[in-house]
């Protein structure tokens, strides 16, 4: 009974695809984030979602594209794959924005 | 920018021994918690601090926040090989936004 689930775990591609990571939550959760851990492990937000509509847009390439089809669901569509985008991307909930996040298992995005 | 300073970025220490991160932020924080992220894995809430000058103890681990709501620290007493892993603050800024310290790495030795 996995709270924050994403998939897939790991993927590994070439310079220049597109990928799409996928979030589910079975919370109830009304907010959900994707966050960014790079190599030094630091954690950097990159989108929220709250019942469907985004609510924080970091500084993040256009590339990056979120979509919510509903609460439960958040899913991070990524264009023209570079190097630099290889890290690990986490998922995220909470009841309240801001309060008590659940963090999915991490998504390790390496791009050759 | 917003930022939350966390110190120090890496703590070695014998089994036994205490262990003490400290947290920082240039602005009042509505909230901060704490997570720990073990290594491979994913950060796991511990805890939520919000009142000024609040502590909170979790059996060997005593979280305290600041009277100005600015700083926080995570006291672990007597280290065992389990507490092992990246320790994070984190505070909840203007608009609702949880920024993350930069993390302080723990290994004990056995």
């Known amino acids: 009974d996995t709270a924050v689930s994403q998939t897939p775990k790991y993927l590994v591609t070439q310079m220049g695809n597109d990928k799409s990571i996928k979030c589910e939550q079975n919370l109830g959760h009304d907010t959900m984030y994707w966050y960014k851990q790079d190599s030094k492990k630091f954690l950097k937000i990159m989108f929220s979602?709250?019942?469907?509509?985004?609510?924080i847009n970091e500084t993040v390439p256009n590339r990056f594209s979120p979509k919510s089809p509903d609460k439960a669901h958040l899913n991070l569509h990524i264009n023209s794959l570079e190097l630099g985008d290889s890290a690990v991307y986490f998922c995220?909930?909470?009841?309240?924005?801001?309060?008590?996040?659940?963090f999915g298992s991490g998504t390790r995005l390496t791009v050759v | 920018g917003q930022q939350v300073m966390q110190i120090p970025q890496y703590q070695h220490v014998q089994e036994g021994e205490d262990f003490t991160t400290y947290c920082n932020s240039s602005?009042?924080?509505?909230?901060i918690q704490w997570y720990k992220q073990r290594p491979g894995g994913h950060p796991v809430f511990l805890i939520q601090?919000?009142?000024?000058?609040e502590v909170k103890k979790q059996k060997r681990l005593t979280f305290q926040f600041g009277e100005a709501k600015k700083n926080s620290s995570l006291h672990i007493t007597a280290t065992q090989t389990t507490d092992v892993g990246t320790y994070f603050c984190a505070g909840t800024k203007e608009g609702g936004k949880l920024i993350f310290g930069q993390g302080t790495e723990l290994s004990v030795k056995p």
């Open positions: 995220a909930s909470s009841s309240l924005l801001g309060y008590g996040y659940t």
């Open positions: 601090l919000v009142k000024s000058g």
């Open positions: 602005t009042t924080l509505s909230n």
């Open positions: 979602y709250n019942n469907k509509e985004l609510i």
